[in-house]
């Protein structure tokens, strides 16, 4: 294998392939990127960790067709050190065992693993694409990102967003930790696919994807893996193979009272509060009110955080909510007023803007 | 010399047997008496004790405090150690070697509430005050002279004393000029005692101690040290570092500097508790699940009473199981929020347990929890509507039980578990 690449060509393919790069692991070829040059015009790069796959097309002048793998840490960084427009010649040599790169005056070899050991991860066997809007996914995908539970802390079967595709015409994207649930409908056309669950580590992976994608991006999905396209890159994850809990269940179909208040207001109030407490305790506790609420921020020694907006409820009730949840869901909600919707300070609370009553939170409270 | 009287703090005349102030023995002399400031303090058979203090016809009879047939022995007082009987040692021989010992289970409870009001004490005369377990604590009270109006060593009787008459048990003091031998010095006046090492003495006194003296040198480790030629510390002295390190690598540079008596660790209040945890022996191997459970429900009350009385939460619970061969299992899961709640504790010890209760019989079963942090709340469940009530009935159980008594209410399961042969 023999090409010529130009150097912000191969940075931007190296960008997208390192997200599925580790850089320590006890397989050395998952530390390399695989470099395919089977057409005389475009190279294709890939990075795989066995359960995630990026790969991604750049235009190449291809001499000698073939594959290589080299380390992908150090081609990389070796796009990065060269100036922009620079010409990069990538040529497989010494018999296969190793990669020489030169550009200008620079010269670097690496050597290189043998490209039919590449672990490949098979795309969605005959499933049809979905065709949708890049921004307004990656807007939703953001949107129930922080609810659901961190990967590798246990609870595998919470450490997903979930992808429901149960209602016609909407992708329902849903997440939760037990203690918040977030929701975001985004209208779709064309047939969906059966629903999946995403780990967040891939849907973290998958929000970078399509904030530097354009217009549409495609995703295709046969209940074993997900593969996401976008001009010239794809996205390619395992799914996690459980059913996703009954979360339709715990969203209550009515609330009894409803606290009308500025988003913003509260926000700032829920922050202010927190001054006083503790990193780690996060509880602040509301006292709503008719016509007002008080935020209060408990913390350690008796410190506390008191701060107070004006708002419309139909009820009273004294309750706490872990603080952390409250401000981020405040953040992550959009519109000028956010209406909490709740039936007791014992069970879960429902937090959305009433012109988009698709994006919602459900807020489990804390025990005083 | 310095010298001072334990009892009334007068100052001890050279020479004298008895203070002259109060006709007290127990005079304390010792040429570094009021330069000293790192100190050990280790409570004496602190739950035996505590026993005693609660029931005074326990007096001068041997109390071994520890759980049945099969369990070890948790403490015990200073008569039952005249029979042999130590902490750690296997009930059945402490009962062989002393069959007419009182028996008492632990109150952990009790127990982490007196040493809590022990460790505060502690606190009132330095901040410096690193817990090294409930009953025992290294203090640094360096520039603590003019806060206090006398010296570290003073400062320290003056607390020996406060704490004797307000908590009613006894602690021995060791003070030296860092931990290690802080810690070796609170051992040689046991009980009610208060014994220093000083700077010029420190060569002297280490140089016969068999290398296993120095903690962190097992019976392994000093096995092969012994093979190796070294017996006694001042062996290793000779040896020099250089050697040591070559021969043995970072544990034999730590051992040649401890052997000269020099240990550099700084006492740090914010070494944090990594776990709390609480098991038991059976009288009888368990294989059957529901015996398990029983076994373990009491563990996870006596757990979550521990964190209730430190205000703590854990975010992991550990299960712990030891097969009838000795063999120890254990098996963790983190939860999404902390919790220091007996029933959330148990549930997920109970699923822990479902997983292994598939046949081996088991001698020992332990819950634990570990990442801890301060308890902030009960967090509710949207997936469990009861967690937040049976939050509320554990805590409103719990006032039941502090107002009237440890057993006012109490589970069914516990009463069953106790109605079993």
């Not at chain 1, 008080?294 to 506390?304: D, N």
Request: with cysteine.
């Amino acid at each position: 294998m023999k090409i010529t690449i130009e150097r912000d060509a191969l940075l931007a393919a190296m960008n997208h392939v390192a997200t599925a790069v580790q850089k320590r692991t006890t397989i050395p070829m998952l530390e390399n990127v695989l470099l395919k040059a089977e057409t005389n015009d475009c190279v294709e790069l890939s990075g795989t960790d066995l359960d995630m796959e990026a790969s991604a097309l750049a235009q190449a002048a291809v001499e000698q067709s073939g594959q290589a793998t080299v380390s992908a840490d150090r081609l990389r960084n070796i796009a990065r050190s060269l100036p922009p427009g620079a010409n990069v010649q990538i040529e497989l040599a010494d018999n296969g065992n190793a990669v020489h790169i030169k550009s200008g005056r620079s010269r670097f070899q690496s050597p290189s693993l043998d490209p039919r050991d590449w672990p490949l991860l098979k795309g969605p066997e005959e499933a049809e694409p979905l065709r949708i809007d890049a921004k307004a996914l990656a807007a939703a995908l953001e949107g129930v990102r922080f609810t659901a539970m961190p990967h590798g802390k246990g609870s595998d079967n919470l450490a997903v967003v979930y992808f429901d595709f149960e209602k016609t015409g909407l992708l329902r994207l849903v997440a939760t930790n037990r203690h918040i649930l977030g929701h975001v409908a985004l209208t779709i056309e064309g047939a969906p696919p059966a629903s999946f669950s995403l780990h967040t580590n891939h849907a973290a992976a998958l929000s970078g994807f399509l904030k530097s994608a354009e217009g549409e991006v495609t995703l295709a999905s046969d209940g074993r893996v997900m593969r996401a396209t976008r001009k010239g890159a794809t996205l390619t994850t395992k799914l996690y193979d459980g059913p996703y809990v009954d979360w339709e269940r715990i969203v209550p179909r009515e609330t009894q009272e409803t606290t009308a208040f500025d988003r913003e207001g509260l926000r700032i109030a829920v922050q202010r509060a927190a001054i006083m407490v503790d990193e780690q305790s996060n509880l602040t506790k509301l006292d709503v009110g008719k016509d007002s609420v008080t935020i209060i921020g408990q913390g350690e020694f008796g410190a506390s955080g008191h701060d107070e907006i004006a708002v419309e409820s139909t009820g009273e009730m004294s309750v706490g909510y872990n603080g952390r949840y409250l401000s981020e869901i405040l953040s992550a909600l959009s519109g000028a007023r956010t209406d909490l919707k709740w039936s007791s300070p014992t069970s879960g609370s429902l937090l959305c803007c009433p012109d988009a009553p698709d994006h919602f939170y459900l807020l489990m409270p804390v025990r005083i | 010399m310095d010298g001072f009287c334990r009892h009334c703090f007068a100052d001890a005349p050279d020479g004298a047997a008895r203070c002259p102030a109060c006709g007290s023995p127990r005079l304390i002399r010792h040429s570094e008496l009021h330069t000293l400031s790192i100190a050990h303090i280790d409570c004496d058979a602190f739950y035996a004790s505590i026993e005693k203090r609660d029931n005074p016809e326990l007096e001068g009879k041997p109390v071994i405090v520890g759980g049945g047939r099969r369990g070890v022995v948790s403490a015990a007082c200073y008569v039952a150690r005249t029979y042999g009987i130590h902490s750690a040692m296997p009930m059945f021989k402490a009962l062989k070697a002393c069959p007419h010992a009182i028996v008492i289970r632990p109150e952990g409870r009790k127990y982490s509430t007196e040493g809590k009001r022990i460790r505060e004490m502690m606190q009132d005369v330095t901040p410096l005050v690193q817990p090294v377990s409930i009953d025992e604590a290294f203090l640094d009270l360096t520039g603590t002279h003019r806060l206090h109006g006398g010296s570290p060593a003073l400062t320290l009787a003056r607390l020996q004393k406060r704490i004797h008459q307000e908590v009613g048990v006894t602690v021995s003091i060791g003070l030296s000029h860092n931990k290690f031998l802080a810690k070796t010095a609170s051992d040689l006046d046991k009980p009610h005692g208060f014994a220093i090492i000083g700077k010029a003495e420190t060569l002297d006194f280490l140089a016969d101690k068999p290398v296993g003296f120095v903690f962190g040198v097992g019976p392994s480790f000093a096995k092969k040290l012994e093979r190796d030629g070294y017996r006694t510390l001042a062996d290793i002295r000779r040896a020099g570092d250089k050697e040591l390190a070559a021969r043995y690598g970072e544990s034999g540079l730590r051992l040649a500097r401890l052997s000269r008596g020099e240990d550099t660790r700084a006492v740090n209040p914010e070494r944090e508790r990594k776990g709390v945890s609480s098991e038991t022996t059976f009288n009888e191997d368990l294989s059957d699940l529901a015996a398990l459970e029983d076994r373990l429900w009491p563990l996870c009350v006596k757990l979550a009473d521990r964190a209730k009385v430190d205000n703590i939460a854990g975010q992991v619970v550990t299960l712990k199981l030891k097969r009838a061969d000795h063999r120890i299992i254990t098996r963790r899961r983190t939860l999404t929020a902390p919790t220091q709640l007996a029933d959330a504790l148990f549930r997920v010890g109970r699923e822990l347990l479902k997983g292994e209760a598939t046949g081996p019989r088991y001698r020992l079963i332990g819950i634990g929890i570990s990442e801890l942090g301060l308890s902030t709340g009960d967090a509710g469940d949207l997936f469990d509507d009861g967690a937040l009530k049976r939050a509320a009935a554990e805590r409103a159980s719990d006032a039941a039980r502090l107002k009237f008594g440890g057993d006012a209410v109490v589970k069914g399961r516990v009463l069953r578990s106790q109605n079993k042969p």
